[in-house]
């Protein structure tokens, strides 16, 4: 139950979806009803509650399974199996935007994992009032620059081990 490695990222979420995979995955995992982890070959895909900004996912590397709640911000998304192929895992949105993670001592093999989320109902609040600032810009004439990046409330903490 020690944590062995861990690392984060943040990254751009985009049609509220980003994606915790191999870099030898075999694709986009489906999400069944209801569910905010699809589970497919190699990776998961994570549904954001918002877009457009930026959310920080946390890979956690554990020599055993782990606390089944690592702290009170934390809500329980999803857990089972998940098959890596090389060990190589990366953050990836659907805009092509990735960011490798250290290895962490992964390998090739078949993991167990857990996934955690936190500041989803904080995240819909900050794209409203986004939103409405955005809105306002326009109506003002001034213009609005999107260029300009938000690093939103939303976390995501994915537990693997043996």
Not at 80 to 85: A, C, I, K, N, Q
Not at 116 to 132: C, M, N, S, T
């Amino acid at each position: 139950m020690t944590v062995i490695a861990d690392a984060g990222v943040t990254l751009v979420v985009s049609r509220h979806l980003l994606l915790f995979m191999d870099d030898q995955a075999g694709g986009i995992p489906a999400f069944e009803d209801s569910q905010l982890v699809g589970v497919g070959s190699g990776a998961l895909s994570l549904l954001c509650a918002a877009s457009d900004m930026g959310a920080t996912v946390i890979l956690e590397r554990h020599d055993a399974a782990p606390s089944v709640r690592p702290g009170s911000e934390w809500n329980l998304a999803s857990e089972g199996d998940l098959e890596l192929p090389t060990g190589n895992v990366l953050v990836a949105n659907l805009e092509g935007d990735l960011e490798r993670l250290p290895k962490l001592g992964l390998s090739s093999g078949r993991w167990q994992f857990r996934v955690h989320v936190a500041g989803r109902d904080e995240a819909v609040d900050l794209e409203d009032q986004l939103i409405e600032e955005i809105g306002a810009t326009f109506d003002s004439g001034i213009g609005y620059d999107d260029s300009a990046f938000v690093t939103g409330p939303e976390k995501w903490l994915v537990q693997l081990w043996p």
